[in-house]
Every structure is written in C-alpha cells, then in structure tokens.
C-alpha cells in the first residue's frame, strides 16, 4: 500500500495519519488469531516480556506485551517486511527499521495511559514514529486515543514520571481518535496522546509498531536490553514512563485467570 500524496500533506502538518482498512477481513482474522497465541505465551520465552494489570474488581489480566518479533513467525514477517515497513519509510522519508513492538489488550475493565509524548519512553534515536494496528474496533467507550494534532515538532515539559505536566494537558486540544478493527493509525513521537480506561464489556487490543530511521541505527535489541536493565530495580512499570494508570506487574505466570 502506498501512502498517498495527499495523505503525506496530512502527515505533515499534523503528525498524524489515519489509514482505513490495512488488514481485510481474512488477514485481521488470522493476525486476531496471532494476538490470541502471543497473549497465552508465558513471559520469558525468547525475551518475551508479559505485564499483567489488577483491575479494579480485582482480576489480574493481561494488559501489554512486548519483544513478539523472536517468538513468531508470522507477525516477525507482518512487522519487519512488506507493506507497514514500507510506508514506515514513505512517512519517514528514508528507510525505516523496528525499534520496538507491543500489544496493548485494554480488557474490560482495564486502565488507560497518562497524556504523553513517546520521545521520552525511546533513547538512542533522534525521531520515531508509530503505527497502531486496531485489532478490535477502538472507541470513546472501551479507550480509544486521545491525539493533539498540529503539535509534532517539539518536547513539551515533562512532570517526574515522563508525561506531560497536569498544567499543560488540561489545556490541550484533546481529539478523540475512534479507528476501525483492521485500521492503522500513524503519529510521530512528539504527538501528545493519551487514552481512557475500557469501560465496555469487550476488550480492546491494538497492536503498537515503532520505527525509526535506519540512518540512525538498529536499536531494537539495545532498546529492550534497556528496558530490563532499567526497570528491574523492583519496578512495576510497563514502559520507561510511567504513563500506564492501572496497577501493573510483571508477569510470572504461564495461565491467568480471565474476565
Ligand atoms: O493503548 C492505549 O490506549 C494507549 C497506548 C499508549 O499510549 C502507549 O502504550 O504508549
């Protein structure tokens, strides 16, 4: 697929790129399909790292994980060849390369994220951009993004956690951002963005792909190595921002209890 000249417009001055209908329904079946695997895998296999949430009524599930491309096949060859890398490398305007990759499962129930940049969450690079690949409908209901648009060139101040201090998000222009299942939503790292908890009865899973230029270099692994040596003091961080407002962990166990 290639991204239109227009839409490169639209990228430009907004930082943001909504595209309808990536995955068809055949193909969004079999990635649905994938989601489900990687979420039953136990954390530690091939680096694979599993976080769980408590929600409020007292479950732990399954809320994020990250490091999928050395335990599967098909979603290694989804993310790091063919068409996402390649309009990773149109909006970027050189050759793209995976920094990291996560899913993000908001069951019902679960917590949204902080308003937030990613610029601070991503060392090693100078930009970056994400794509997130709606895996159910996301909606105003079970926590869709929230995105400023228009604000994609610079870091705004942070509070002692990474995100954007409360003084400053309670004045931005918030835009909700509903995708449709099998859509993709791009936006660079300085775009502010932020999500509410699920209060739906279904869950809503998205996959969150970041690239940055291969100019810049091939970080994934050095990223992760970051992440576990950063965050094993005892924390129960899922990111190197504590953007996450649910009450997160580590996961040690192969089987969990499920809503
Ligand atoms: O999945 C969401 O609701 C927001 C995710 C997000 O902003 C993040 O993981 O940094």
Not at 125 to 140: H, L
Not at 162 to 187: D, N, Q
Not at 218 to 238: F, P, S, V
Request: proline share 6%.
């Amino acid at each position: 697929m290639l991204v239109d000249p227009l839409d490169l417009a639209t990228w430009r001055g907004s930082g943001v790129l909504l595209m309808g209908g990536f995955l068809g329904p055949e193909r969004l079946r079999e990635v649905r399909r994938w989601v489900d695997e990687i979420e039953a895998l136990p954390g530690g296999e091939d680096g694979l790292l599993q976080y769980d949430e408590t929600t409020g009524d007292g479950f732990s599930v399954r809320c994020r994980t990250e490091n999928i491309v050395p335990c599967h096949d098909g979603m290694r060859a989804l993310l790091t060849r063919g068409a996402l890398i390649d309009i990773a490398s149109t909006l970027l305007g050189e050759p793209a390369v995976l920094y990291k990759e996560k899913i993000n499962y908001k069951q019902s129930g679960g917590a949204g994220f902080a308003p937030h940049q990613d610029a601070p969450a991503y060392p090693f690079v100078r930009c970056t951009i994400t794509c997130m690949i709606a895996i159910d409908d996301s909606t105003t209901d079970n926590g869709c993004l929230d995105i400023v648009e228009g604000m994609h060139h610079d870091p705004l101040p942070t509070d002692d956690v990474g995100c954007i201090p409360a003084y400053l998000a309670e004045i931005l222009p918030w835009k909700s951002v509903p995708v449709r299942a099998g859509s993709l939503l791009w936006f660079n790292w300085y775009v502010p963005h932020r999500s509410g908890a699920n209060i739906s009865p279904h869950r809503r899973r998205a996959i969150y792909l970041t690239y940055n230029a291969a100019s810049d270099g091939d970080h994934r692994h050095h990223y992760y190595q970051e992440k576990r040596h950063r965050l094993a003091a005892g924390t129960d961080r899922i990111s190197l921002i504590g953007h996450f407002t649910g009450d997160s962990h580590v996961s040690t166990q192969d089987t969990q209890e499920s809503v």
